[in-house]
């Protein structure tokens, strides 16, 4: 049940409500078709457009506990392109499905780290790239919050850690991830001084291919 209306009439003469939303303000029940706010008795608070006495549209949620929502909305629950907020600094932007974490999307962690990737039913699901705050970076697929299938962890300099399969976010078992360019014949070892040259031929013999994203990154 609503608790009380906390718009009035000077939202409306003030224009404010009009800058907010191309809708009419909301006077009176049920809500449709219009722009108002409400507090709920659970100490919940929207305010932005209703569709059938409901939250349809954009809007910005705010819960009790502090929690911060900014986007669309669909008979009451977060669905498409939507920003949320914790009080611990932790913050979501991407898609929302039903109220939860599903499509595109990106989380910043307060404690530094990074995901940016695709997300099903709240979780990491899918393929992602999670730049830890200390450097180093995953990259590959994700099933339920854990790094499961193909993926490479790289150092802060690029170079890479491990490449291959992991399951449940431990890496079990070393494989070498083709490049999504053509092949290009490996340059076989030589005898040189030159240090690009010996990192060059370092990089191929770790198994990278010339002209690769890896092989780029292994020769910074």
Same mark, same amino acid.
Request: proline content about 5%; some cysteine; glycine content about 12%.
């Given at each position: 049940?609503? #608790? +009380? ?7 409306? !003469?003030?224009? !404010? ?15 449709? $078709?219009?722009?108002?706010?409400? =507090?709920? /008795?659970?100490?919940? =608070?929207?305010?932005?457009? &209703?569709? %059938?006495?409901?939250?349809? @549209? ?21 669905? *498409? ?15 929302? +499905? /039903? ?12 404690? @530094? ?5 695709? &997300?099903? %039913? ?5 393929? @992602?790239?999670?730049?830890?705050? $200390?450097?180093? #970076?995953?990259?590959?697929?994700? +099933?339920?919050? +854990?790094?499961?299938?193909? *993926? ?13 399969? &992991?399951?449940? /976010? =431990? ?19 030589? !005898?040189?001084? %030159? ?8 990089? !191929? ?8 994203? /890896?092989?780029?990154?292994?020769? $910074?």
């Amino acid at each position: 049940m609503m #608790k +009380k209306i906390l718009f009035s009439f000077c939202l409306l !003469i003030s224009g !404010i409500t009009l800058a907010q939303s191309y809708l009419p303000a909301c006077i009176s029940l049920p809500f449709n $078709n219009c722009y108002g706010e409400w =507090k709920y /008795d659970d100490g919940n =608070k929207y305010i932005g457009e &209703w569709q %059938n006495n409901q939250m349809n @549209g954009q809007g910005t949620l705010t819960t009790r506990d502090g929690e911060k929502y900014v986007g669309q909305l669909k008979d009451g629950l977060r669905n *498409g392109q939507g920003t949320n907020q914790w009080l611990s600094g932790d913050k979501y932007v991407g898609q929302y +499905k /039903d109220n939860k974490r599903s499509g595109q999307g990106t989380f910043i962690f307060s404690n @530094g780290d990074k995901y940016v990737g695709q &997300w099903l %039913n709240d979780y990491q699901n899918g393929q @992602g790239t999670y730049t830890f705050s $200390n450097g180093n #970076k995953y990259i590959g697929q994700y +099933k339920d919050h +854990k790094r499961n299938g193909l *993926g490479t962890l790289y150092s802060p300099n690029g170079s890479i850690i491990q490449q291959g399969i &992991w399951s449940d /976010d =431990k890496f079990v078992q070393s494989q070498s991830i083709s490049p999504t360019i053509d092949p290009v014949v490996p340059i076989p070892p030589a !005898i040189t001084s %030159n240090p690009q040259d010996i990192k060059r031929q370092k990089c !191929i013999r770790l198994g990278l291919a010339p002209g690769s994203t /890896d092989f780029q990154q292994c020769m $910074n």
